[in-house]
């Protein structure tokens, strides 16, 4: 059974920094892309950023966080974070790690972590 686990979200001021960790365990044959996704109150679930693990791990950002966050994946290619710096009170919402992987069990599909709060206030 595949499992997403994240961590480090949390409270920060405007301004702030705060680093997001994911992590796809369990049986799996092959990740091929990563990403977050984020879910304000009131407001639909949307794509912050997404990376390709299998392959030249291209990079897609939304517009309102371009320059400001950064996706990378860790060496073992079935972990990914998101460096957010410059945080804004806009970017508070639940933050969701997201696989598209194949599994000998599931198979292919997209998996979702159980989503981490980020909290940008003063």
């Known amino acids: 059974q595949v499992q997403l686990v994240e961590s480090g979200g949390g409270l920060v001021q405007p301004g702030g920094s705060l680093r997001l960790s994911c992590t796809a365990s369990g049986s799996i044959f092959n990740v091929y892309a990563m990403g977050w996704y984020r879910q304000a109150p009131g407001k639909q679930r949307e794509l912050v950023a997404a990376i390709l693990i299998s392959g030249g791990g291209s990079t897609n950002y939304a517009d309102s966080v371009k320059g400001r966050f950064t996706i990378s994946r860790g060496d073992a290619k079935n972990t990914v974070y998101l460096q957010m710096n410059s945080l804004k009170p806009e970017d508070t919402a639940v933050y969701y790690c997201?696989?598209?992987?194949?599994?000998?069990?599931?198979?292919?599909?997209?998996?979702w972590g159980q989503g981490t709060q980020v909290t940008v206030s003063s």
């Open positions: 997201n696989a598209h992987l194949r599994a000998p069990v599931d198979g292919m599909g997209h998996y």
